[in-house]
């Protein structure tokens, strides 16, 4: 083989290499990506499921509290 066909097949193997590994790299971009994602709403939804659970925690003091003021109330009429 001639030395310009060895520059040539080793510059298609190099560009193919380099090509091939562009698109691996891509692809673990994109999952690392796509599971921050998910991972960014699953903390979100977490946090709404707290704040919930706050939101019924302080109305059912409240509850609690106007039912005692009004049973005072009450009792001193």
Request: charged share 35%.
């Given at each position: 083989m001639k030395i310009d066909t060895l520059i040539a097949i080793g510059g298609l193997v190099l560009a193919f290499g380099s090509g091939f590994l562009s698109v691996l790299l891509w692809y673990?971009?994109?999952?690392?990506?796509?599971?921050?994602?998910?991972?960014?709403?699953?903390?979100?939804?977490?946090?709404?499921?707290?704040?919930?659970?706050?939101?019924?925690?302080?109305?059912?003091?409240?509850?609690?509290?106007?039912?005692?003021?009004?049973r005072r109330i009450e009792q001193r009429l």
């Open positions: 673990a971009n994109s999952e690392k990506q796509r599971y921050g994602f998910e991972r960014d709403i699953g903390h979100l939804r977490r946090n709404q499921e707290q704040l919930q659970q706050g939101i019924t925690t302080i109305l059912a003091e409240l509850d609690r509290r106007f039912d005692d003021i009004e």
